[in-house]
């Protein structure tokens, strides 16, 4: 029990405690928010500026009687009102007034006509065009093509540079980035690959923990404490050490560019069987001495009465052994060829997705997303029997 | 139901003494037997080993007529209750109860009614789909006791099992495992330290000293008849006063002299202890229950078997006053160990415990003649220990 403390001064510093954490929680929140919110955009949407947290889809209509089937809505700096773009494809030229006076104007590209008199200037053909009704003398600068717009009320046609207008645009994520990515970036496949490997190292290395474990705990044999030992010392010897000499155990075993080299190495936990070891410890020995003297044998006891009471430490050895098996890299990048893409995991994929030649930043962050969900699942569902009663409460 | 017997039964510990040392006990048919002894007297070693918890160093022990040295312990057909109750804290009580009889494929349906019947004789039914830790202590006891009756076994093992309760629960606790198992007729075994529960629960009671068997007998003997010092000490509350004396024997008259105190031992007690007579000239332990002294006008005795003491404390307990004194003398030891754990070796004097009648009034630091009813008092050898009989 606490005891709540009262005055100005204590609720200055909770509030100060609260908008600290606050300020934190916020500070590590924000880049997951960006994934996201990021995942969820067009690809046209992720640079616009300001930047926005939101996705935002371009606004468009649909209207059979008008032709109108999800044509854009634009903005024009200039004019007023809502506008649909009905035909991006229309040639339009760049005239600038001769004298350099005016200023440019945009139209038709074929709108000028070609004045009589062969008048040179800078040698451009000069056209007369119509300016609010006035005919003006002006050359051609630049052909390009622009887009026919219409009202959205409907009304008079115009032409105008496409660059000119800004889209409208609204709430509109896009969720169709996933499917896209986990079908056209093999991403579906490396999901499957490493669900597989995930799930056959954590249940693998549960198992082995579990026996080794009880084992090291409550078995009398020969050597114990000296293989113990030895196999504490297995965990002080850094993965990168260990990499050549496995690689060439994987070579003679012909497991390179197969799925099984990421799985077997694994399955056999030293940190796994020490955190079990550890809990069977503290689990009181007359439980188990009642359980023999119930006829139990040593296997009905450990499933029956060690593995239930040892679930926190299952937990955690299951959570800690998934985000190693789903996040592993840097081993999958040695021994999966990279050519083969039916051999692909999560990891892999994403750092070829994210490479020097993309350009779907969208798809990046939709995979980002999918390979970050599961561990989070994991840990959310797990987090409940961290925090569970320790075995001891059945006594006294 | 089986009888139990422990021939020449030793238990060593790698590179320690005995734990046990080649103990010889039968526990008949049916027989409530209690092993009681201060801490690491070996009495629940003894008790591990019948269980198959230990393993036996020496000697052979059967239950019925089979040898069961060798016999894992869920094979010698026996349960046993725990000081700690070891219930499995992730089953239900009907689980805990149940969990022998799913382990011997029992019939379902007949497991079902065994483990009513026997929530239903310990008062458990509305208790049977909880867990452990929803119970309390006196619960959790009976869960435990539910689970060795269950299965109707051939010995009951119990390890302390009234320890962990409060005093008031132990009382009630204590009458319901007599009846329980004066009912059941099932041999028990049951480890203790607190001689009350030695006293009142056992058919009878196995004394262990250091793993050596001291004496067993049924409660009542123990106490009036202890086969050596270290019973007579032990067992009763407060317990014995133990004087070292001098033993001079004139003309058949035994007298002992202690301290400044000079006292002439009754007929009886040479009669119970004839051995007296040949100690002329030597030191004796004499040994007086509290219960064997009385305030001088209380009684009718002669002025050479009355003591006079100045008390340290008295403890009025209502019925009767528990008077604390001190004699001059070194205090007794056997083997080097105190008898009374709780008395200062290195104090000069002995401190006698007189319990007298509630109706007097006795202040601290009063001089008060205590009569001695020597007839009924204890005279041990101070070497061996052995009564002098």
Known sequence: MSVRRKGPRATFVRVGTYALLIAVAALVVFPFIVAVSTSMKRNSDIFTYPPSLVPRAEVTVSDAERALDGNTVYDFAERDGSWVLVDDDIPLAVFAPVGGQADDVTLAADAGERTGDIMVVDGEDVFLIDVDGEAVEATRVRLTVGGLFEPIDGGDQIVELVSAATPQREFGPRFENFPQVVNEKNLGRSLTNTLLVTIAVVIGQIVTSILGGYAFARIDFKGRDKIFMLYLGSVMIPFVVLIIPLFQLMLQLDWTDNLVALIIPFVFSAYGTFLMRQFFLGIPSEIEEAALLDGASRWKILWRVMVPLARPAIAALATFGFLYAWNSFFWPLVIINSGNPDNGLLTLTLATLGGRSSTDTNLVFAGAVIAMTPPILVFLFAQRYFVENSATSGLK | ?389
């Open chain 2, 1 to 389: 139901m089986s009888a139990v017997s422990f021939s020449g039964v030793s238990k060593r510990y790698k590179d320690g003494p005995k734990a046990v040392d080649s103990l010889d006990l039968t526990i008949n048919d049916g027989e409530f037997m209690v092993f009681v002894g201060p801490s690491g007297c070996g009495k629940s070693t003894a008790l591990r080993m019948l269980a198959g918890l230990e393993e036996i160093t020496e000697g052979e022990l059967r239950i019925g007529d089979q040898v069961v040295n060798d016999l894992p312990p869920g094979d010698r057909d026996i349960a046993m209750v725990f000081q700690n109750y070891a219930l499995y804290p992730h089953m239900t009580v009907r689980e805990n109860i149940g969990f022998a009889l799913e382990v011997a494929k029992v019939d379902k349906k007949q497991a079902k009614k065994m483990i009513e019947d026997a929530a239903e004789l310990l008062g458990l039914t509305e208790y049977l789909e909880r867990l452990p830790k929803a119970l309390s202590g006196g619960q959790r006891q009976r869960v435990a006791m539910g689970r060795a009756i269950v299965r109707s076994p051939q010995v009951f093992l119990m390890d302390e099992p009234l320890s962990n309760l409060d005093a008031k629960l132990r009382v009630q606790m204590r009458s319901d495992i007599i009846q329980l198992q004066a009912r059941l007729g099932t041999t028990m075994v049951y480890v203790t330290h607190d001689q009350v529960e030695a006293m009142t629960m056992g058919h009878r009671v196995a004394v262990l000293r250091a793993g050596v068997l001291q004496q067993v007998a049924p409660p009542q003997k123990l106490y009036l008849e202890p086969a050596n010092l270290f019973v007579a000490a032990f067992i009763g509350s407060p317990s014995m006063n133990l004087v070292a004396s001098d033993l001079t024997v004139d003309n058949g008259v035994v007298t002992l002299a202690f301290a400044e105190h000079r006292v002439r031992l009754a007929a009886g007690a040479v009669e119970r202890y004839p051995g007296l007579l040949e100690r002329n000239g030597s030191e004796v332990i004499f040994g007086m229950r509290p219960e064997h002294f009385a305030l001088a006008g209380d009684i009718d005795v002669d002025d050479d078997q009355i003591i006079e003491v100045q008390v340290d404390l008295a403890e009025a307990m209502g019925a009767e006053v528990h008077v604390h004194a001190t004699l001059d003398v070194p205090p007794v030891s056997i083997d080097g160990e105190m008898i009374d754990p709780d008395a200062d070796s290195q104090a000069d004097g002995t401190r006698v415990i007189a319990r007298i009648d509630g109706i007097h009034v006795v202040a601290m630091g009063q001089r008060i003649r205590l009569a001695l009813k020597t007839h009924l008092a204890h005279f041990f050898d101070p070497t061996d220990g052995r009564p002098l009989r």
